[in-house]
C-alpha cells in the first residue's frame, strides 16, 4: 500500500471518530517489539550480516457502539529493521468496520480472515497476501482490502468477499537474509490481469459444525497471491532479475476437522487453475494430547501431517511429498509457557529437511518473550530450500503489550 | 486474611467430620440423586447471565498472578449451558475467548479463538481433566452442573460454615474425568453447593473447592462472588471472584456460537 494511501486511511479514521459523541469509548492497545535475528553461518552473500535487529510497532484503536453491535478496529503495524529496507515496512493489519446482527454480519475495510485446519500449511487460505519478510512460516499476512458478508444460518455460515485491491507479496531485500541469488523484485512485478493490483477478486465460502466434524467448502477467484518467478538476465552479465509474476487462479478448497476423543483429525485439500497449471495439492494429519503427563501439569500434543502437491518442488511450494512431525509442549503455569518443535522431511530426498522450535512465556502480565529457531538442510541447488541454505537462525522476541 | 484463616479452620472440621461418616451411614443413591435434582431445579430459569470475573492463581509460595474475565453464560433446558468466556488480560491474550456447550449425554463441544491469527480452533474435549488457563480449575469444573454426568449417593448430614449441610457422593460418569469422586456439601436450607473435594483417579484427595460470599439474585438464583480452589496435593490455589453479574440480558443462541466468538469483547 502506498504511503499517501496509508495517510488517507489515517485521516478517514480520525474524521469517523470525531463525528461520533465525546461519551463514546474508544480503547487503545497494542504491542512493541524487539526483536534479534542471529544467524548461525557465514551469510551466502557478502551484502549480508550474520546479526539483524528490528523494532516494531502495532496499535490498535478500538471502537464500538450499538451495544457493540457495531464496530471499527484500526490496527496499523510498522517494522524498522537494522539493514533490510525492504524489511522495514508499513501495513496497516485492520481498518475495519464491522456490522453484526442475529442472522447476518457485514465488514467492510482493510482486515484478515483465516480459513482451515490443518498446522503446518495452509492451502485453503488463501484470502490474505502472506507478509513474507516477517515471519519464515509464512504465518503473518498483510491486510486485505474487502467487503463480505456473512449469512448465519442453522445449515452453516456463508461468506462472501469482493476484494478490490491486490496485496504483492513482501520480499526480503539486497541487505536481507533469506532470500535467493538476487533480491526478488517488486517494482517489476508482472500480472496477468490487466487491471493488475487492481483486479477485483471474488470468493465464498461455507462452513459449518457437524456434531464432532467441522466442515469448510471453499471457492476463490483472483489473483493467486502466490507468485511464479520470471528471470529476467543472468548473474554473468550482472543484470539477473527475478520479477514476481501473479497469476489469475480458480481455487476449490475443503477443509475437514474431526474430533474423536484426545485426537484430532485434520485435512485440506485444494484444487488450483491457473493459465500454465492445474494441480490438486493437500495436507492431513492429526494432534493428540495427553494432559498431565507423568503426573506433572505439563501437556503434551503430538502432532504429524502428510504434505502432498502435484506440482515440482519450488521456492514457494516446497512440500511435495513431505511428512511434518511435530510436539507442542505447554507447561500449564502462569506466565503461560510453551514449547512447539517441528521437523519436515522430504521423502524423496532425504538431504531436503527443515527443523523449527518456537518458545514462548510471559516475563510480567505486560512483558512476554518468544525464542524461535529455523533451520534448513538442502544440499542441490535444485532443492527447495538451497536457497536458504545458510540462513539456519535464531528469532529473540521481547513483546511489550500496552 | 482474617476470613482465608477462618474458611481453612472449617474446611478443616469439615474434612475430620465427612471421614467419620461412611462407617456410620448406610448410601443411599435416591436421596442423593433428589438432593441433586433439587440443587439443579432450584437453579432454573435464569435464563442467562454475564459476569465479570477476576481469576487469582497463587503458586505454592504464595506468588500471585490476576486475570480479568468476562463470562457470558445462557442457560438451555434440555441441555447444558453454552458459555462464551473471554480473556481480558493479562495483555498478551486479551481478546482470546472459549466457547463451550456443555452436553448432558456427549461429550462437550469446545472451541477456542485465537485473536492473533483469527483462528477458531476445535478443541479435543477428552482432555478435560487439564488446567483451565493454568488455574486449579479443570476444563470439566468450568462447564455447568449436569445430573446426566454423574452417579448420586447421600452419605449423610454434616455442618459447614456453621450451615446444616448434605454430604453426597457424585461420581462422574465419563472415564475421561480426571476425578473418581467429588463429595459435595450443599446447605439443606437453600440447596447451594459450599465445597466440594475432589479425589484423583488414585482415590487420594486432589483439591478442595470453597464457595463463599454467596448473594441473592432476582429473589432466586444464589450466586458464590468467591470460589477458591485449593490443590491438596501441590499447594497451589486459585480464586475466582464474580466483580459483577447481570441476570437475564436477553442473550442468544447468536451471542455464544462460533461467529459471535471471533468478535467477542
Do not use: C
Not at chain 2, 477458531?120 to 449436569?146: C, L
Amino acid at each position: 500500500m502506498k504511503l499517501t494511501n496509508v495517510a488517507g486511511l489515517l485521516l478517514a479514521t480520525g474524521l469517523l471518530s470525531q463525528s461520533y459523541p465525546v461519551n463514546a469509548e474508544v480503547e487503545y492497545s497494542g504491542v512493541f517489539t524487539v526483536e534479534q535475528r542471529f544467524f548461525l553461518q557465514d551469510a551466502a552473500f557478502p551484502e549480508q550480516a550474520r546479526a539483524q535487529t528490528s523494532l516494531t510497532v502495532t496499535p490498535e484503536v478500538f471502537y464500538d457502539w450499538n451495544d457493540g453491535y457495531d464496530r471499527i478496529t484500526f490496527k496499523p503495524f510498522m517494522r524498522v529493521d537494522q539493514y533490510d529496507d525492504e524489511r522495514t515496512h508499513a501495513d496497516i493489519r485492520e481498518l475495519m468496520w464491522l456490522h453484526a446482527a442475529d442472522s447476518y454480519e457485514f465488514k467492510a475495510g482493510i482486515g484478515k480472515v483465516f480459513w482451515g485446519q490443518t498446522e503446518s500449511l495452509h492451502l485453503v487460505d488463501v484470502i490474505n497476501q502472506t507478509d513474507a519478510v516477517e515471519r519464515v512460516d509464512g504465518e503473518e499476512k498483510l491486510g486485505q482490502p474487502m467487503v463480505s458478508a456473512s449469512y448465519l444460518m442453522e445449515s452453516g455460515a456463508i461468506s462472501v468477499f469482493v476484494m478490490p485491491y491486490f496485496r504483492e507479496r513482501t520480499f526480503a531485500g539486497e541487505e536481507g537474509r533469506l532470500r535467493p541469488l538476487v533480491p526478488i523484485n517488486n517494482d517489476n512485478a508482472v500480472y496477468e490481469s490487466e487491471d493488475e493490483q487492481q483486479n477485483i477478486d471474488f470468493a465464498i465460502r461455507w462452513q459449518q459444525t457437524l456434531g464432532d466434524w467441522e466442515v469448510g467448502l471453499s471457492y476463490f477467484d483472483g489473483t493467486n497471491r502466490e507468485p511464479l518467478l520470471l528471470v529476467d538476465g543472468a548473474i554473468e552479465t550482472n543484470d539477473l532479475l527475478l520479477r514476481p509474476y501473479y497469476q489469475q487462479m480458480q481455487q476449490v478448497g475443503a477443509d475437514l476437522l474431526w474430533v474423536n476423543g484426545a485426537m484430532l483429525y485434520k485435512l485440506e485439500a485444494i484444487h488450483r487453475k491457473t493459465d500454465l497449471q492445474s494441480f490438486y495439492a493437500a495436507v492431513g494429519g492429526f494432534e493428540y494430547t495427553t494432559v498431565g503427563v507423568f503426573d506433572s501439569v505439563y501437556d503434551i500434543g503430538w502432532l504429524m501431517e502428510y504434505q502432498y502437491d502435484e506440482r515440482d518442488n519450488s521456492f514457494f511450494a516446497p512440500a511435495q511429498n513431505d511428512l511434518m512431525v511435530g510436539l507442542r509442549w505447554v507447561w500449564n503455569d502462569p506466565d503461560g509457557t510453551q514449547v512447539l518443535f517441528g521437523y519436515v522431511q522430504d521423502l524423496d530426498d532425504t538431504n531436503t529437511y527443515s527443523g523449527f522450535v518456537e518458545a514462548s512465556s510471559r516475563m510480567t502480565d505486560n512483558w512476554k518473550f518468544t525464542i524461535n529457531g529455523y533451520f534448513f538442510s538442502a544440499d542441490s541447488p535444485t532443492d527447495p530450500y538451497y536457497v536458504v541454505r545458510r540462513d539456519d537462525h535464531l528469532e529473540i522476541n521481547v513483546e511489550f503489550f500496552f | 486474611m482474617l476470613e482465608r484463616k477462618l474458611v481453612f479452620g472449617s474446611l478443616l472440621v469439615g474434612l475430620s467430620v465427612s471421614l467419620l461418616w461412611p462407617a456410620a451411614v448406610n448410601a443411599d443413591e435416591a436421596e442423593g440423586l433428589r438432593i441433586a435434582t433439587e440443587r439443579k431445579s432450584r437453579n432454573s430459569g435464569w435464563e442467562d447471565t454475564v459476569a465479570s470475573t477476576t481469576m487469582v492463581l497463587r503458586d505454592a509460595r504464595g506468588k500471585e498472578s490476576e486475570r480479568e474475565l468476562r463470562v457470558y453464560t445462557l442457560e438451555r433446558a434440555d441441555e447444558g449451558d453454552k458459555s462464551l468466556t473471554v480473556f481480558e488480560s493479562p495483555a498478551d491474550v486479551k481478546g482470546a475467548a472459549f466457547l463451550s456447550f456443555s452436553n448432558t449425554l456427549t461429550p462437550d463441544d469446545q472451541w477456542m479463538y485465537l485473536p492473533k491469527v483469527k483462528r477458531v480452533k476445535r478443541i479435543a474435549t477428552q482432555n478435560k481433566s487439564g488446567p483451565f488457563m493454568s488455574s486449579e480449575f479443570a476444563y470439566e469444573d468450568m462447564t455447568s452442573f449436569e445430573l446426566e454426568k454423574f452417579k448420586f449417593d447421600y452419605t449423610g448430614d454434616d455442618e459447614f460454615d456453621d450451615q446444616e449441610v448434605f454430604v453426597v457422593e457424585q461420581t462422574p460418569v465419563d472415564k475421561y474425568s480426571g476425578y473418581s469422586k467429588q463429595i459435595a456439601y450443599i446447605d439443606q436450607e437453600h440447596y447451594r453447593l459450599l465445597k466440594m473435594d475432589f479425589f484423583d483417579k488414585k482415590g487420594d484427595l486432589l483439591k478442595t473447592l470453597i464457595l463463599d460470599d454467596y448473594e441473592l439474585y432476582l429473589d432466586a438464583y444464589w450466586r458464590p462472588h468467591t470460589s477458591e480452589m485449593f490443590n491438596e496435593q501441590t499447594g497451589k490455589s486459585t480464586a475466582m471472584y464474580i466483580n459483577d453479574i447481570e441476570f437475564k440480558t436477553g442473550l442468544k443462541d447468536s451471542d455464544l456460537d462460533k461467529d459471535s466468538l471471533k468478535r467477542a469483547r
